[in-house]
């Protein structure tokens, strides 16, 4: 941005992530009615992406990696990519694309020859391209792509790592792009080197850095997952005549997941939530016209169900209920889980009861408050197992080896699962022991 | 806390219920069945806990009115005060509470909220405090229906307190379903070590969380997984989720095989577009040159037709050029010349045929002469006709008048009613006439008369008919009933049947009184008996005074001393009072036994004289049968038309006597008229006329005999002028005819044979008057023909003599067209016109080769087309070639089809090829497995939390059940061994605990060890009962203390234990605790009674109270508490009656002797009372082998724990359990180290 010469209006989308080779997820079952949108949603949302690009009249389209796995997605998607590029190619815009971990260069095959509009990056150097329009060059484009796919976080020296320290803004003073599957440098230093830094990776859109250049991770167009929730899709990045840069979010998502807060006080009820629910639902429904809701209810609050929302039970029934309002109600949304994180809390007069309930309160809090008391879940393992297992030597604190796998079943890992455990125990409890109050 | 007073206002059976000053330690309340013992113990947990919705539906709202609630006051050591607890309306409502303070005088208002209430219960809930603090029937009835091994366990999770929420329950529970659980994840490796060993493996670096898990099971199960662990993991819930995930990932690395496979067939494809663009471009060429030789061969004939053309062409060319329409110039002449030479003789023709007509037409000269004179005639021709008609119309008229004049006579006579016959009609003269009329006024005025009499004879005989009619029909009524007509009659009849009814009724009432006053006569007769209590009183008081006055005359010295006159004068007076009344009774009772049979004979005699009367009456009315009611009310209806006919009978008679009147009257006139006609007739004789003249018809006709004189002159004036007409008419037609003769044109035709129609039909025909006006008008006519065909004639001449110039004309054009022919042939070098002729015809042949060469080219020129140029086929088609081209031909047909097969045969592959690519390419399987198994794993996550959670859970109910068990059974049980000691007498001295066993054994005082189920019903209740006050007395230790209460507990206890048991409730009330027992049976009720303690019949329903003495209300003085473990055994009251059941019970013979065991002793060297049993076992008594009996259903623990942490409890925070408290076999409790033993050891 050091030279605020007059340019030319650009505008290009800015993709990553498309992940065709993966349908959606993170659920136990999915509705027989929404099987195919879970298939199909990478692919809907993808080609809602070349629409964008369409639509926008942009003058290129940036995908920075993760695109496809070739082995996982099979020919559908590369002919599809193909199909897709090919209309891009009939308007005469070019496609620039960085392989990331799963869209390696050397995994696309062979036979499948892109077209002449694709540019692929090569994974040795950063690679420099003029990009033109009516034969006049507008912006400079550069990228490189990852090399062989380890993960980022495990990546070893032999590996094919990323070096990106050839980013270089162009000597003529055109308007340079980096494409790139993440960057190696510091955290905030991403966009130094470049106008723009069109980041691939990370699934949530996030703008990394914003001086003196532009480094953004437009996220990926479709959520996969309840714990990708919100709106999805591309980011559209229009340079003015001035050098600015702004960015524009456009929705590609066919299928929104979203994660609703529901806050109750002492006095409601199951009936309550209920209807709380379907309000909540109605405004969402309207709020997000277009896309599929898949929403997750987070139920936060007091009173009694806080105690009594555990799956398995009264969370799993009202859930249910849930659903089926949904569907009568016509609603185009659909819940995925019912889940209450709140901090347990139960009447103070039950700690105090000289009750079986009462202890088993006492006790849940002593194993709060004591993290250093071990659960030893191990020893609730059928005998069999232990049996199999039990030739090794026990760990210190009498439960399995650390070596042994089926630690990480009984293995409490963090404090804070050790805390969900408990929570959810306690529930659990209260729920079977008052459930056999009454008979007795 | 314990109740002090009890106040129901309304609940259930119970209204206005006050209880008060409950005694502190126990209160026995007696209730017969349905007393309401239920309801008052219910309401007792209702003012404590709430008034639930399964109690509102019981008990609310109350039966006998009353507000919903009432109040409980407690008292403890510290305070005393009221809980008053009324209910809503609402269901969910538990009661709104009021505390109030009764000792306090400046209480105040009550203060809502339960705060005070729930501290007094000392945190208890409602469960516990069912549970532990009353015991029931329905608790002792459940008891019995237990097996044994399961009394024995609801008895062991009694003593250790678990059976509130049925912990053993909920553990089991737990871990089946954990079992279940880790079943599901451990059968991974049972599914992986059978799984087909060509599937690949999975992927190389599993996913996190789960990979490390699975890999753990695949490791020892494929290596050293015994049957047995198979046994277990074969029974998982989820083996079918854990099986689908493996299947799904052998799929997906299936299908990824299958896109690698994919790549592979694409370049193949490629290499099959490579291949068949190069056969294609060889099936091109081959195709060609095949194509090439096969146009070739399709050219041969035409290519040969083609030079046999040019050949012919070039020998017939040559000569003098003929111009193309050198024929048609010379046709057009000689039909010019044709058509001049035909025209021409037609023209002749036409002029000869004129000249003969001229010659047809005929001309009349003498008729051309006298033309003036016809034309004068034909004037005269309306004259003529003129004439005719008047004739014939002069004619017509007088025979007209004719017809008139006789049809006018013919009409009179029969005016007059004369027959046709009498012809002779003469003339009435005006003064026959006025002779006449005094006669004809007479006849009609007499008939005037008569017709008027006949009308009123009519109408009177109609009215008195009509009359006659209705008398008819009211006594036609009368008889059908038998009724008599006469109203005098049937007013008597109606009085007698009257009279018959009364006396009827008259007979009724005095049957109905003399029945009565037999009845009375029968009550009398009884009553004259004196009846035989009254007798003996009397006699009695009769004898009594009689002995009085005898005692007072024979001793005199009777006890009774100076009384003694005084008795005997009482004693006069009794006797003689019962003599008199006895007179006076049966008096009295004889006159009105008379007095009833004079009436009863009275009654008598009024019924004969009644029958009498009726039989009299019956006579009169010949009385047969039915009802009388019934006639006398149709004789009442028939006497009351009968008087309504009376006026009508005097009607008739009126119009009778008016009838006969009319009928003289009519007489009268008839002879009147009869006489006038006689004169009639005489006058019409004296006249001349007939006599069957109608005197009414004559006045009508005298006016039109005038009229016949002047019709016959009328006819004689026209037969004379009809004459002179005819006349005029024959002088006219001589004329004519004269003419006709002159001029030769007589119309000879018309006077034979054709005559004139309109004289055929004449009476009188006239034949010459008729010709001559046929003659006149056919000479007119001749005379217009002979003009017309002079005027022809002159017209023909002149058109013959214009078609004669015309002819002239064609004559000169074929000379000159003969001339202009002869130039033609001349200038084409030709003879003739035949010459000529030939040599256009051979120019005409030279032309059409050359055309059909010019087609054959074309034809050529299309089969080659632009497949190659025309030199090429000229070479293949050259004489030395021509002939091998079928060879050639085929040779090129046979190299394009092997080509040709080739390529089909790449083609075939491609597709193949293809199809197989677009399937691919199509499939949507890879990414659906993949969205499967991610559901499959999110499920087995999802079970890897619930079975972490259920490990938990069953973590901390374990480590309470331990507790339970270690610190608080132990504690229990030896309250319970020193108060079942109590109760039995001695009998069983201990209860205790195997290890790992959750049921309980008692010892017996010889050191016999007895399970549950070798106990008698009463036995087992009586150890419930210790248990229950045992735990009652822990809990009191804790802090909470609460009242008991019992219902019916002892029912089944016989009487020496029960009197046994009753003390023991009473020294247990005596150490504080408050104690409410219900009974029905009052023979419990009497002993606590004995017993001294407080003992309270419950009033009957809505407050009333028993009959006998009450001392519900009234607490019984209740003996100085006895100080525990110093109770003597009070003297045994009888046993009251018992049932047969409990007898028949009682005198069994030994029940079978059951397998028993005999626990060690502890050892008398160790002071603690738990004894490690199986740690000494040498020590020990000889232990009897594992008892057989004793089976454990559920195990005490799943593990052995080895707690860091300690469960605290409120209260008792410090108190855990020591080392020594680990792998506990029993807990040996005796009452000689009770004190010493509240905490178990573990061996």
Redesign the interface.
């Known amino acids: 941005m050091s030279q605020q010469t007059s340019r030319t209006p650009i505008r290009f989308v800015h993709a990553s992530d498309l992940h065709l080779?993966?349908?959606?997820?993170?659920?136990?079952?999915?509705p027989g009615h929404l099987?195919e949108l879970?298939?199909e949603a990478p692919y809907l949302a993808a080609q809602q992406v070349f629409e964008t690009v369409l639509s926008e009249g942009a003058d290129a389209l940036l995908l920075a990696g993760d695109v496809v796995d070739?082995?996982?997605?099979?020919?559908?998607a590369v002919?599809f990519l193909i199909e897709q590029f090919k209309r891009l190619a009939d308007h005469h815009i070019p496609v620039y694309w960085s392989g990331g971990h799963t869209d390696q260069t050397t995994e696309w095959?062979?036979?499948?020859r892109l077209p002449e509009n694709v540019t692929r990056f090569p994974t040795a150097h950063v690679e420099s391209i003029s990009c033109q329009r009516d034969q006049e060059p507008i912006a400079c484009i550069q990228g490189i792509s990852r090399g062989p796919n380890r993960p980022l976080q495990d990546r070893s020296p032999e590996d094919g790592t990323l070096d990106d320290s050839q980013f270089r803004r162009d000597a003529h003073g055109l308007f340079t792009v980096g494409v790139s599957y993440g960057t190696d440098v510091a955290t905030g230093t991403e966009g130094d080197r470049v106008h723009y830094m069109a980041l691939g990776g990370r699934h949530r859109r996030q703008t990394v850095d914003q001086s003196p250049g532009l480094a953004h991770y437009c996220g990926t167009p479709q959520g996969r997952t309840p714990d990708e929730s919100g709106p999805h899709g591309c980011t559209i990045v229009r340079v003015d005549e001035s050098g600015h840069v702004k960015t524009r979010f456009a929705a590609t998502d066919a299928v929104r997941w979203l994660t609703e807060t529901i806050e109750i006080t002492a006095g409601t009820d199951a009936a309550g939530l209920l209807d709380q629910i379907l309000q909540r639902t109605g405004r969402l429904s309207e709020k997000h016209a277009g896309p599929e809701l898949l929403i997750s209810w987070r139920i936060l609050g007091q009173g009694p169900l806080i105690y009594q929302l555990h799956?398995?039970g009264l969370a799993d029934r009202l859930l249910e209920q849930v659903r089926q309002q949904q569907q009568q109600q016509g609603m185009k949304a659909w819940s995925v889980a019912i889940d209450c994180d709140a901090p347990l809390e139960v009447p103070a007069?039950w700690h105090?009861?000289?009750?079986?309930?009462?202890?088993?309160l006492?006790?849940?809090g002593?194993?709060e408050t004591?993290p250093?008391?071990?659960?030893?879940?191990a020893?609730?393992?059928?005998e069999?197992?232990r049996?199999?297992?039990g030739a090794e030597s026990e760990h210190a604190d009498?439960g399995l080896p650390e070596t042994?796998?089926?630690a990480?079943?009984?293995t409490i890992e963090n404090p804070l699962q050790r805390q969900t455990?408990?929570r959810?125990?306690a529930k659990?409890?209260i729920d079977?022991?008052t459930v056999?109050?009454?008979?007795? | 806390m314990k109740i002090t007073d009890l106040n129901i206002e309304g609940f259930g059976v119970w209204h206005n219920l006050n209880l008060p000053d409950i005694s502190p330690r126990l209160t026995a309340f007696y209730g017969a069945n349905e007393a309401g013992k239920t309801t008052l113990m219910q309401f007792v947990r209702a003012i404590l806990y709430g008034m639930s919705p399964e109690r509102r539906e019981r008990y609310l709202p109350p039966q006998e009115g009353g507000r919903p609630g009432g109040s409980l006051t407690l008292a403890d050591s510290q305070q005393h005060f009221c809980v008053n607890r009324i209910a809503a309306q609402d269901l969910g409502d538990l009661g709104r509470v009021t505390i109030s303070w009764p000792d306090r005088q400046d209480s105040g208002a009550p203060v809502a909220g339960d705060r005070l209430l729930r501290e007094a219960l000392g945190e208890v809930d409602e469960s516990t405090f069912s549970n532990l603090f009353a015991i029931g029937l329905g608790e002792i009835q459940r008891l019995a229906t237990l097996s044994g091994t399961q009394a024995a366990q609801a008895l062991y999770r009694l003593t250790s307190g678990l059976d509130r929420v049925s912990l053993y329950d909920v553990i089991q529970g737990l871990r089946q379903t954990r079992t279940q659980l880790i079943q599901e994840i451990g059968l991974h490796a049972e599914g992986q070590a059978e799984a087909p060993s060509g599937q690949p493996a999975p992927r190389a670096v599993p996913e996190p969380g789960q990979a490390a898990f699975f890999g753990a099971s695949r490791g020892p199960a494929r290596g050293g997984q015994t049957p047995r662990d198979a046994t277990i993991l074969q029974d998982s819930l989820c083996q079918g989720l854990v099986l689908q995930r493996d299947r799904l990932r052998g799929r997906i690395d299936a299908l990824k095989e299958q896109n690698r496979q994919w790549s592979q067939w694409a370049v193949r494809f490629e290499e099959f577009d490579r291949r068949m663009e190069e056969i294609e471009t060889q099936v091109d060429e081959r195709q060609h040159a095949a194509r090439t030789i096969e146009i070739a061969v399709g050219l041969k004939s035409n290519w040969r037709r083609r030079s046999k053309l040019t050949g012919l062409i070039q020998q017939l060319g040559g000569g003098t050029p003929l111009p193309e329409d050198a024929i048609e110039r010379l046709e057009t002449l000689q039909e010019k010349k044709a058509g001049h030479q035909r025209k021409a003789d037609i023209l002749q023709g036409q002029r000869h045929q004129l000249r003969d007509e001229v010659e047809r037409l005929g001309v009349n000269e003498l008729m051309v002469q006298n033309a003036c004179r016809i034309d004068a005639l034909g004037e005269q021709r309306d004259w003529l006709q003129a004439l005719e008609r008047q004739t014939e119309r002069l004619a017509a008229e007088a025979e007209e008048t004719a017809e008139r004049l006789a049809s006018e006579q013919t009409r009179l006579s029969s005016s007059l009613g004369l027959s046709s016959h009498s012809g002779a009609l003469r003339e009435i003269s005006e003064g026959d006439l006025k002779s006449l009329r005094p006669l004809v006024q007479a006849l009609q005025e007499t008939e005037r008369c008569v017709d008027q009499a006949q009308e009123e004879l009519v109408a009177l005989s109609q009215n008195e008919q009509s009359l006659q009619l209705k008398l008819e029909s009211a006594s036609s009524r009368g008889e059908q009933h038998g009724l008599p007509m006469d109203v005098q009659e049937a007013s008597n009849l109606v009085a007698n049947l009257r009279k018959r009814l009364q006396v009827e009724q008259r007979i009724e009432q005095a049957q109905a009184h003399a029945l009565e006053m037999e009845s009375q006569s029968h009550e009398l007769l009884n009553e004259q008996i004196m009846p035989l209590w009254l007798f003996g009183l009397l006699l009695t008081v009769f004898v009594l005074g009689a002995l009085m006055v005898g005692l007072w005359l024979l001793v005199p010295s009777a006890p009774l001393g100076s009384m003694g006159g005084l008795l005997a004068l009482l004693g006069v007076g009794g006797a003689g009072f019962s003599w008199m009344f006895k007179f006076f009774a049966e008096d009295a009772a004889a006159d009105r036994l008379d007095a009833c049979h004079r009436q009863i004979e009275l009654a008598d005699k009024q019924l004969q004289e009644s029958r009498r009367e009726k039989e009299h009456l019956d006579g009169e009315l010949a009385m047969v049968d039915g009802s009388v009611v019934l006639r006398l009310q149709a004789a009442e209806r028939h006497l009351a038309a009968l008087e309504n006919l009376l006026p009508v009978e005097t009607e008739r008679k009126v119009a009778l006597h008016e009838t006969t009147g009319a009928r003289q009257r009519l007489q009268v006139a008839q002879e009147k008229q009869n006489r006038t006609l006689a004169d009639w007739k005489t006058r019409l004789v004296a006249l001349g006329l007939p006599t069957e003249l109608d005197y009414r018809l004559l006045t009508k006709v005298t006016d039109r005999y005038g009229k016949l004189s002047n019709l016959e002159q009328q006819v004689q004036a026209r037969l004379k002028e009809v004459e002179d007409r005819r006349r005029e008419h024959d002088a006219l037609t001589r004329r004519i005819r004269a003419i006709a003769e002159e001029v030769g044109c007589v119309l000879e035709e018309a006077r034979d044979g054709q005559p004139v129609g309109r004289e055929e039909g004449s009476e009188n025909p006239d034949t010459a008057q008729a010709s001559a006006l046929d003659q006149l008008d056919h000479l007119l006519s001749e005379r217009r023909k002979q003009f017309s065909r002079v005027e022809q004639r002159k017209k023909l001449r002149e058109q013959a003599k214009s078609l004669k110039a015309e002819e002239g004309r064609h004559r000169r054009a074929v000379a000159g067209l003969n001339r202009r022919l002869a130039a033609l042939w001349e200038s084409a070098e030709c003879e003739d016109e035949t010459a000529y002729r030939a040599r256009f015809e051979q120019q005409r042949k030279v032309a059409r080769h050359r055309k059909q060469r010019k087609v054959v080219s074309r034809e050529i020129a299309a089969a080659i087309g632009q497949h190659e140029p025309e030199e090429t086929f000229t070479r293949l088609l050259r004489p030395q070639t021509i002939d091998r081209l079928e060879t050639l031909w085929e040779e090129a047909t046979a190299k394009l089809e092997a080509s040709q097969q080739e390529l089909k045969k790449l083609a075939g592959q491609r597709g193949e090829m293809k199809q197989k690519l677009s399937a691919l390419a199509e499939d949507r399987a890879l990414a659906e497995a993949i969205l499967d198994l991610d559901g499959v794993q999110q499920q087995l996550s999802a079970a890897q939390d619930r079975w972490r959670e259920y490990a938990t859970v069953s973590r901390m109910l374990e480590r309470i059940r331990d507790e339970y068990e270690a610190h608080r059974q132990p504690e229990a049980l030896h309250e319970a061994s020193t108060l079942l000691g109590r109760m039995t007498a001695g009998k069983y001295q201990r209860i205790w605990t195997p290890l790992a066993n959750d049921i309980l054994l008692v010892e017996t005082a010889s050191g016999q060890s007895l399970p549950i189920e070798a106990l008698s019903r009463g036995t087992r209740e009586q150890l419930l009962l210790s248990v229950r006050l045992a735990l009652v007395t822990l809990m009191a230790r804790r802090g909470v203390k609460l009242p008991m209460v019992l219902d019916d507990v002892l029912v089944n206890f016989d009487a020496v234990r029960a009197r046994q048991a009753a003390e023991v409730l009473l020294e247990f009330a005596a150490a504080g605790h408050q104690v409410l027992l219900f009974t029905c049976h009052e023979h419990v009720w009497q002993m606590f009674r004995e017993l001294k303690a407080d003992c309270r019949r419950l009033p009957r329903r809505a407050g009333a109270q028993d009959p006998e003495e009450n001392p519900a209300l009234a607490p019984v003085p209740e003996s100085e508490p006895a100080a525990a473990g110093a109770t003597e055994v009070a003297p045994l009251p009888s046993p009251p009656p018992r049932p047969k059941k409990k007898k028949k019970r009682q005198k069994k013979s030994p029940p079978p002797q059951p397998p028993t065991t005999r626990m060690p002793e502890p050892l008398q060297s160790e002071s603690p009372p738990l004894k490690p049993a199986a740690t000494e076992p040498a020590a020990s008594e000889p232990v009897v082998p594992e008892p057989v009996v004793i089976e454990a259903t559920v195990p005490a623990n799943e593990f052995s724990y080895d707690w860091a942490y300690h469960l605290t409890s409120r209260g008792e925070s410090d108190r855990s359990a020591g080392p020594e408290d680990e792998h506990v076999l029993a807990y040996v409790l005796s009452g000689e180290v009770a004190e010493e033993s509240t905490k178990p050891r573990r061996a």
């Open positions: 080779e993966r349908p959606l997820g993170g659920v136990s079952e999915v099987r879970f298939l070739v082995e996982l997605a099979g020919p559908r002919l095959p062979a036979h499948a799956p398995g007069q105090d009861q000289e009750t079986i309930l009462g202890d088993l006492r006790q849940i002593q194993l004591n250093e008391i071990p659960l030893k879940l020893d609730f393992l059928p069999a197992l049996e199999i297992y009498g042994n796998p089926l990480q079943l009984v455990l408990l959810e125990a659990l409890g079977l022991i056999e109050e009454p008979r007795s």
